[in-house]
């Protein structure tokens, strides 16, 4: 799979998928991440990519020029299942829609800044606009780094036990079971016997029961 994504501030994407898994899955060429500075493709003397609002008010509007050139030439170059748009009124991210994108092909990640695209953008290039919540960013690099990280690590191959990503939080509806590792005491304080049992039916049965429990005290919506 291969995301691009379009930034007026590609710095920002500089450090997420230079280390630790997205790195190892791109080295391992399961996944590309490329990041294009729309400014590169403004015809402005200055590289303009912004503009006044047309009736007035106070904020730039990032003009739908540059943007449709970037977007006409990746899709000159190959096939996207999806033009995304990370706004904060967009659809908000959930596991499901990670784990469908995961599966689908190429993506493009289009950032926005300022007060936003303007509107033609959305409606001629934007097949999905994404919310990572019901939050306000400085803009939508880090949005769309949490998007191509959630759906990254998905692929085959790119985590090392292959069923950790199956057993994440919400895969199944369900929150994960609290974890523990050595010492058995620290400070007083033991690892739940059960764990030490060697028991596995047992410490399986512990495992369900506590991510129950965890989810019906921090997210009992996920059960409904
Ligand atoms: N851009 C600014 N805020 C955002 C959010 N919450 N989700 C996605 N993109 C954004």
Redesign the pocket.
């Known amino acids: 799979m291969r995301i691009d994504i379009l930034t007026v501030v590609p710095a920002l994407l500089d450090g997420p998928f230079s280390h630790s898994i997205l790195k190892r899955a791109q080295d391992r060429g399961l996944a590309e991440v490329h990041v294009h500075n729309i400014r590169d493709y403004s015809l402005h003397k200055q590289k303009q990519v912004d503009d006044y609002q047309y009736g007035g008010g106070a904020g730039m509007v990032m003009t739908i020029e540059p943007i449709a050139r970037v977007i006409d030439q990746l899709k000159s170059e190959r096939d996207y299942s999806e033009v995304i748009?990370?706004?904060?009124d967009?659809e908000v991210?959930e596991q499901a829609l990670c784990n469908q994108l995961s599966l689908g092909g190429n993506l493009i990640l289009l950032?926005?800044h300022y007060k936003g695209v303007d509107e033609r953008v959305r409606e001629h290039y934007i097949t999905k606009e994404?919310?990572?919540?019901?939050?306000?960013?400085?803009?939508?690099e880090?949005?769309?780094a949490?998007?191509a990280d959630s759906i990254i690590r998905l692929i085959p191959g790119v985590l090392n036990d292959e069923t950790s990503a199956l057993t994440d939080s919400f895969q199944d509806n369900l929150l994960s079971p609290p974890v523990y590792t050595r010492p058995e005491e620290y400070n007083g304080w033991r690892v739940p016997d059960v764990l030490l049992s060697g028991n596995t039916a047992l410490v399986e049965k512990w495992r369900e029961d506590q991510a129950l429990k965890r989810t019906q005290e921090r997210r009992p919506d996920l059960l409904d």
């Open positions: 748009y990370m706004t904060p967009g991210l950032c926005g994404i919310s990572i919540g019901s939050f306000v960013l400085s803009g939508g880090l949005a769309a949490v998007v």
